[in-house]
């Protein structure tokens, strides 16, 4: 039976903590139980774990190459694994799987995250007396018994299977896409995608654990349902990205919004494409005298593809809320449902210390794990912070509510973006002004001459009467100068008021271009 994931990776901890990994170099069934008990608690949500026979291991690292195990011992361990997993209560079985790496066979045997949890392991395998049952859970890179107050967190856990690992009893296995699962098990390079096509679908979905119940009655997983289903926002109402973009202000009405559905990981995927390709921005600015330019982004993309994948990480799949980015002229938003877990205390989350106790979405991590799409071990925030310092960037912003209602980070952009963005808004303005000054070219004969005169000197209504060769101010008068004014091309002296009596009319640089334009016109 092959795994879903890379041996190589899974060994060498590239793909999965190594709290998460337990080696051993011979088989010995009581440390077996014990750890399989464990991880089958997964007390903090990890997903489970390994436990992988015939290495060797220093320092919570494996030794390589292999010590290996004999084709005969491999078949012993398998036949008393399965009256071993008997005696856990309630009975487990995980999955086991023979491997031939670096020239030697081992075995791995894989331990999800169990549905039936908290269990129970015997302390004592000897048959010579009746041994106590007790909880076993895993410390950092330890099994161990769990305290008395660890067996209360542990019963408290009782049917609280993460959302992600429940079973969905309103679809069926065929609303599982076989394209999709092994596309995800060709780029993980996994085994299991060479016998992919040869195995029975139902087969192939048990040893993913997407799926579980019995024959008759085969269900999918959330998890399963939201990797490799083509509509996962339809059966998950609003699992889904949408990107925001305000052009003119959160005010404003010119807006941009673009929306990503599928498979969440490939949401993930065109999401990061579109802001790299669409919104992220290289700037070099040349010092004098110095020979290397300076780079910078307007936000560096680790900060971008590390919060976005955070989110659709540990956010809830059951509250009927996308994750949404909002980009403003000066920063990015990243809001998602609910907020951080609540043993992460106010002030280490203001500082970017976000170490949850325990994961809100076990399975969904382990595929992300498997993709590189995120590594898991509560580094994702301080490569945002490391980013942001290392492009020069202030520091990102984090913020909830008390009751963690909701989680938003905000990216600000790099001061030399911005002022550059600046620069280029007031350039486009001017030039548009320009543009319109341009346009006011058509003048008629009497607005002409009320610009001629207003361009030698400000003139009076009376005085600019006399100039046009009236008595009195006409209606054809008043409505040039009206024309004039409305167009920005003259202006009162006293616009406080306007029937100041010593009101004059004076040109302004928009009217003295457009005097000039039209004068040239008039020549040409």
Sequence with gaps: MALPINISELINGHIVEWERIEFKKGWNPEDVIHTICAFANDFNNWGGGYIIIGIEEKDN??????KGLSKSEIHNIQKELLSLCRRINPPYFPIAEPVYYESKSILIIWIPGGQNRPYKAPKSLSKNRESNYYYYIRRFNNTVRATLDEERELLSLTAKIPYD??????????DLKLPLIQDFLKETNSDLYNISSNISFEQLCRQM?????PDEDIKPKNVGLLFFNDHPEKIFYKSQIEIVIFRDGVAGNNLTEKIF????????????????NE??????????????AIRFFNYPYVAIEEILVNAIYHRSYEIQEPVEIRIHKDKIEVLSFPGPDRSIKEEDLKKGYLVARRYRNRK???FLKELKLTEGRSTGIPKVIKSMKDNGSPPPIFKTDKERTYFLVTLPIHKGALKELEAQEKAHVEAHEEAQ?????????TEWKILKECSITPISSKELTGKLGHLTLSGNVKKAISNLIERGLIVYTVPDKPRSKNQRYRITNKGKKTFEKYRENKAS
């Design 61 to 66: 690292r494996p030794l390589l190459p292999p």
């Design 165 to 174: 690992d429940r079973i969905n009893h309103s679809y069926t296995i065929n």
């Design 209 to 213: 654990a997407i799926i579980n119940g």
């Design 261 to 276: 559905e599928g498979p969440i990981h490939y949401q993930v995927r065109n999401a990061l494409n579109f802001l790299r």
């Design 279 to 292: 919104i992220i921005k290289e700037y070099i600015h040349k010092v004098p005298y110095q020979a290397e």
């Design 364 to 366: 969904i991590g382990g």
């Design 437 to 445: 000054e341009e346009a006011y070219v058509e003048l008629t004969k």
